[in-house]
């Protein structure tokens, strides 16, 4: 038996004051996976979760949570929770108050809210926190409350909006780590929301790339990465460099001018068409040894390894390695096929939105 | 120098606002029944006072219409403010202009067409209609105090607490609630003030058998003010010090309750 959805949006669109902010947007959720919505700020990612969440009625479309409807379902009654992108913590009430406050309305013990209050405020690091105010926490820790006091309800779907936005970075990578770990153990269903393309691609089974409500692409972390189907996501997932390239025929693309072995076919013959590649994977050798000759323009050391921008054939390409080359030297530059990757140009965002939708 | 000059300066605003009502206290322990002669201590006026009818009903009634008024007031100002922050910026800005102009409009105005009002739909004045009347002119000031609270709210607070399986009453008064009570209560208490204060809409819209203490006190202005008044008057300025001084005690335990 093919796996049930347990949520599924189906051809929700969404507007305010006339702009469209969501269009058609179908999305599968699976149980217990883990999905990232990926995408940069203004995209309806926030919109995404809220009508999820219940705070907001698309205009048209259904959500259905294990097969039934829940569009018109009030927020207080769906097994979905939330932690807010501006953590939206009860100022009247201290941290313990906080957490144990969806614990408290489902009826648990006593004895049973504090224990899981303590054993949620040792899970986001903030142990002996209880009595403090919430005025009282900074930014971070606010934002680690909001965490304990959504998952505390043990829900079955958990909806995070740029829960990491306001942590540094080793604290974010601890809490990265907590969370899968936590979703492991309590089997939830994470929809987490970010524009970090990093934390997206170590962190989810899935990842769905949105631009301008709508979605981009999706897929596993790898297929993302390495496989981006248009500019926007090559563009948005890491740097690469998007160079116009003609397809002269299968296996066979041309790039400034030179002829670069590929591995892509059936775009025909003579085509335009965008070309990807990442910048580890150019390799840097002697002038003549490689396909376009250059001389190195920058060089910055980015902790590892040396990114540099190198100019050949009228453009400049932008190449990382572990060996550092200075500025002013002459170099030579080639890709193995199976790194360049080839995508059609969008013809207009309608037609690129309707090539999505299929 | 500088100092004393600026000690001088504030004595004098203090002299200037406090000798009226300290004059109107010395007085109302005078023995005698003059203004312009000290003739001995006494707490006659005050036996008097107590004693007297006329004075004590118009003081209950002043008191229970100001504490009603400001009650129903705030009940339907704060539900009134549900309602304004839930509409979209352009309609709420048109009914806050709303509700400012009964805040500007002429006492006299008011009094006068809610006079005509309870006229026309043949509601003859008694206690009730100077109730209603207060309860009208409330609204406005708890609106003005309120919505400001709601408009700081925690962002998202109501819909976390829905997120979080509450129902939308118990939301809002575990969440919300205590957010906005600081305008509620001065909400209250301006509506409460207001409503003791005023003598115009009072005076237009009382019956024939009811007083308040401002329209005793008008009434008595044609016949000669009997020093009980003064005893009245330094009764009820000692009860607004000692309630703005627990006012003042109680928010700032607040401020460092939250702090
Ligand atoms: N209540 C609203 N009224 C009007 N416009 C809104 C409303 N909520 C969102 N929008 C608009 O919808 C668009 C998408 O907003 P959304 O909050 O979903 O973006 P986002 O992807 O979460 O962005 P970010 O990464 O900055 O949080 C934005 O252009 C925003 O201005
Ligand atoms: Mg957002």
Same mark, same amino acid.
């Given at each position: 038996?093919?796996?049930?959805?347990?949520?599924?949006?189906?051809?929700?669109?969404?507007?305010?004051?006339?702009?469209?902010?969501?269009?058609?947007?179908?999305?599968?959720?699976?149980?217990?996976?883990?999905?990232?919505?990926?995408?940069?700020?203004?995209?309806?990612?926030?919109?995404?979760?809220?009508?999820?969440?219940?705070?907001?009625?698309?205009?048209?479309?259904?959500?259905?949570?294990?097969?039934?409807?829940?569009?018109?379902?009030?927020?207080?009654? #769906?097994?979905?929770?939330?932690?807010?992108? /501006?953590?939206?913590?009860? &100022?009247?009430?201290?941290?313990?108050?906080?957490?144990?406050?969806?614990?408290? @309305?489902?009826?648990?013990?006593?004895?049973?809210?504090?224990?899981?209050? /303590?054993?949620?405020?040792?899970?986001?690091?903030?142990?002996?926190?209880?009595?403090?105010?919430?005025?009282?926490?900074?930014?971070?820790?606010?934002? #680690?409350?909001?965490?304990?006091?959504?998952?505390?309800?043990?829900? #079955?779907?958990?909806?995070?909006?740029?829960?990491?936005?306001?942590?540094?970075?080793?604290?974010?990578?601890?809490?990265?780590?907590?969370?899968?770990?936590?979703?492991?153990?309590?089997? @939830?269903?994470?929809?987490?929301?970010?524009?970090?393309?990093?934390?997206?691609?170590?962190?989810?089974? /899935?990842?769905?790339?949105?631009?301008?409500?709508?979605?981009?692409?999706?897929?596993?972390?790898?297929?993302?990465?390495?496989?981006?189907?248009?500019?926007?996501?090559?563009?948005?997932?890491?740097?690469?460099?998007?160079?116009?390239?003609?397809?002269?025929?299968?296996?066979?693309?041309?790039?400034?001018?030179?002829?670069?072995?590929?591995?892509?076919?059936?775009?025909?013959?003579? /085509? &335009?068409?965008?070309?990807?590649?990442?910048?580890?994977?150019? $390799?840097?050798?002697?002038?003549?040894?490689?396909?376009?000759?250059?001389?190195?323009?920058?060089?910055?050391?980015?902790?590892?390894?040396?990114?540099?921008? $190198?100019?050949?054939?009228?453009?400049?390409?932008?190449?990382?390695?572990?060996?550092?080359?200075?500025?002013?030297?002459?170099?030579?530059?080639?890709?193995?096929?199976?790194?360049?990757?080839?995508?059609?140009? &969008?013809?207009?965002?309608?037609?690129?939105?309707?090539?999505?939708?299929? | !120098?500088?100092?004393?000059?600026?000690?001088?300066?504030?004595?004098?605003?203090?002299?200037?606002?406090?000798?009226?009502?300290?004059?109107?206290?010395?007085?109302?322990? %005078?023995?005698?029944?003059?203004?312009?002669?000290?003739?001995?201590?006494?707490?006659?006026?005050?036996?008097?006072?107590?004693?007297?009818?006329? =004075?004590?009903?118009?003081?209950?009634?002043?008191?229970?219409?100001?504490?009603?008024?400001?009650?129903?007031? +705030?009940?339907?100002?704060?539900?009134? *403010?549900?309602?304004? %922050?839930?509409?979209?910026?352009?309609?709420?800005?048109?009914?806050?202009?709303?509700?400012?102009?009964?805040?500007?409009?002429?006492?006299?105005?008011?009094?006068?067409?809610?006079?005509?009002?309870?006229?026309?739909?043949?509601?003859?004045?008694?206690?009730?209609?100077?109730?209603?009347?207060?309860? +009208?002119? *409330?609204?406005?000031?708890?609106?003005?105090?309120?919505?400001?609270?709601?408009?700081?709210?925690?962002?998202?607070?109501?819909?976390?607490?829905?997120?979080?399986?509450?129902?939308?009453?118990?939301?809002?008064?575990?969440?919300?609630?205590?957010?906005?009570?600081?305008?509620?209560?001065?909400?209250?208490?301006?509506?409460?003030? !207001?409503?003791?204060?005023?003598?115009?809409? +009072?005076?237009?819209?009382?019956?024939?058998?009811?007083?308040?203490?401002?329209?005793?006190?008008?009434?008595?202005?044609?016949?000669? =003010?009997?020093?009980?008044?003064?005893?009245?008057?330094?009764? =009820?300025?000692?009860?607004?010090?000692?309630?703005?001084?627990?006012?003042?005690?109680?928010? %700032?335990?607040?401020?460092?309750?939250?702090?």
């Amino acid at each position: 038996m093919r796996q049930m959805a347990l949520i599924e949006l189906v051809d929700i669109s969404k507007s305010f004051d006339g702009e469209l902010v969501l269009d058609e947007f179908n999305l599968k959720i699976k149980e217990n996976e883990f999905i990232t919505l990926l995408g940069p700020s203004g995209c309806g990612k926030t919109t995404t979760l809220r009508i999820l969440g219940g705070f907001e009625t698309p205009d048209t479309g259904r959500v259905m949570f294990q097969g039934e409807d829940i569009t018109d379902l009030a927020p207080n009654k #769906r097994q979905i929770n939330t932690v807010f992108q /501006k953590y939206a913590l009860f &100022p009247n009430m201290n941290i313990a108050e906080n957490i144990a406050f969806g614990l408290k @309305i489902s009826g648990k013990s006593k004895e049973y809210i504090k224990d899981k209050v /303590k054993y949620a405020l040792k899970l986001v690091n903030l142990s002996g926190y209880e009595k403090r105010s919430v005025d009282s926490l900074s930014g971070g820790q606010q934002q #680690r409350i909001a965490i304990a006091r959504a998952i505390v309800n043990e829900p #079955r779907v958990l909806l995070l909006d740029e829960p990491l936005g306001a942590l540094d970075l080793k604290l974010r990578q601890e809490m990265q780590y907590e969370l899968i770990r936590l979703k492991n153990e309590l089997g @939830i269903t994470f929809l987490y929301v970010t524009h970090d393309q990093e934390e997206a691609l170590t962190m989810s089974d /899935k990842v769905v790339v949105m631009n301008q409500g709508y979605i981009q692409q999706m897929g596993t972390p790898e297929e993302i990465y390495n496989e981006p189907e248009n500019a926007f996501v090559a563009d948005f997932i890491g740097d690469s460099n998007i160079i116009d390239g003609v397809m002269m025929e299968d296996r066979i693309v041309k790039i400034c001018g030179c002829v670069f072995p590929c591995i892509d076919e059936g775009f025909g013959k003579k /085509k &335009p068409v965008d070309v990807v590649i990442r910048p580890e994977d150019i $390799i840097i050798g002697k002038p003549g040894e490689g396909i376009l000759d250059g001389v190195v323009t920058s060089n910055v050391f980015i902790g590892v390894h040396y990114e540099m921008c $190198i100019e050949a054939g009228g453009f400049e390409w932008l190449a990382q390695n572990t060996v550092s080359y200075p500025v002013g030297q002459k170099v030579s530059i080639r890709v193995t096929p199976e790194n360049i990757q080839i995508m059609n140009k &969008p013809q207009s965002e309608d037609e690129e939105a309707l090539a999505l939708d299929e | !120098m500088k100092k004393v000059l600026k000690g001088i300066y504030l004595a004098l605003i203090i002299l200037f606002l406090y000798l009226p009502i300290f004059t109107l206290m010395v007085l109302s322990f %005078n023995e005698g029944k003059t203004m312009n002669a000290w003739t001995g201590f006494s707490f006659r006026w005050y036996r008097e006072m107590f004693s007297n009818r006329t =004075i004590m009903e118009a003081l209950g009634n002043t008191l229970t219409i100001a504490f009603w008024a400001a009650a129903a007031a +705030t009940v339907v100002g704060v539900m009134a *403010c549900i309602g304004l %922050n839930a509409m979209k910026e352009k309609h709420r800005s048109f009914f806050m202009g709303l509700n400012n102009i009964p805040l500007l409009n002429a006492d006299i105005v008011t009094g006068i067409s809610l006079m005509l009002s309870f006229l026309l739909f043949g509601i003859s004045l008694n206690y009730g209609t100077v109730l209603f009347a207060h309860i +009208t002119f *409330c609204i406005p000031y708890v609106i003005l105090s309120v919505m400001p609270k709601f408009r700081q709210l925690e962002n998202h607070t109501f819909e976390a607490a829905l997120d979080l399986g509450a129902s939308p009453a118990y939301a809002f008064f575990k969440v919300v609630l205590p957010d906005i009570m600081p305008g509620i209560i001065s909400g209250f208490l301006l509506s409460f003030t !207001m409503s003791v204060d005023d003598f115009v809409i +009072t005076h237009f819209t009382r019956g024939a058998g009811i007083n308040t203490l401002s329209t005793l006190v008008y009434s008595q202005v044609k016949v000669g =003010i009997r020093p009980t008044l003064y005893a009245l008057s330094t009764v =009820i300025f000692a009860a607004v010090f000692v309630i703005l001084i627990l006012v003042n005690i109680i928010s %700032n335990k607040r401020e460092e309750k939250r702090a």
